[in-house]
């Protein structure tokens, strides 16, 4: 069955997460949770912890004034603002995108970004000890970045798991760069597609951010048909 948010079905045509400007005020979709060794997990860490790592390919909408949380996990849920939480991907108040986690420190990537259609990939995983985030938007590589430090996602800083995830929104808390202080932070753009696949990205998956198009092996897919 499609996936919901707030009874809007992602199935047909691009899902519109409505927030006022500030944004702080919208819709949002929870993903589910798992179990590993007794701890509850949402779906993002779930990938990540099983697999070794994560890749995300999103097709959204960026409006003109855009921001928001695309995808985001914490400790608590919404709207509890007490907690560990790492807005994954969000748009920030300057126009930027930003991936990421959090590694003892802010570890992220980010660029500068247009009103209008965008396909990025984003993928966080670990060899040998070291752990890894890399993108691509629209075909173009943001960047690489590396530490041996165990990031959010893979449990680490909590003694409670990571039980929560969203589409659409997640607490920014109070350092986290250009996000709204202390409060949850909308998306106030258009989310046509997640597909969210174990590991590090193979090229197909990279290719995707290019107009390549979709490739099997995804653990999940959030689809809103035609963008």
């Known amino acids: 069955q499609p996936a919901t948010v707030n009874n809007i079905k992602l199935g047909v045509g691009a899902v519109q997460f409505t927030s006022n400007s500030a944004g702080n005020a919208g819709e949002y979709f ?4 798992c179990q590993l060794g007794g701890t509850v997990y949402n779906l ?5 912890i099983t697999y070794g790592g994560i890749t995300a390919i999103v097709k959204f909408y960026e409006p003109q004034g855009g921001m ?4 985001s996990f914490l400790e608590f849920q919404y709207p509890s603002t007490s907690g560990p939480y790492t807005p994954w991907i969000y748009i920030g108040t300057n126009g930027y995108l930003y991936v990421g986690d959090y590694a003892g420190f802010y570890w992220q990537l980010s660029t500068s970004i247009s009103p209008g259609w965008h396909t990025l990939v984003f993928s966080e995983y670990k060899s040998s ?16 970045s590396s530490t041996t430090n165990e990031p959010q996602l893979y449990g680490s800083y ?6 929560y995830g969203y589409i ?5 808390g109070y350092y986290w760069p250009n996000t709204p202080y202390g409060n ?16 590090p990205p193979t090229q197909a998956e990279i290719n ?3 107009g390549g198009p979709l490739p099997p092996g995804y653990i999940a897919l959030y689809t809103a048909g035609s963008y």
Not at 44 to 48: E, K, P, T, V
Not at 184 to 199: H, R, T
């Open 184 to 199: 949850w932070f909308f998306f106030n753009g258009s989310i046509a597609l997640i597909a969210l696949y174990p590991g």
């Open 44 to 48: 993002l860490n779930c990938i990540a």
């Open 68 to 71: 928001g949380v695309i995808l």
């Open 129 to 144: 000890g070291t752990y890894y985030i890399q993108a691509w938007l629209d075909g173009n590589y943001i960047g690489e």
């Open 168 to 172: 659409g929104t997640g607490f920014t």
């Open 158 to 163: 909590s003694s409670n798991g990571y039980p």
């Open 30 to 33: 929870q993903l589910p949770q």
């Open 208 to 210: 995707v951010a290019s």
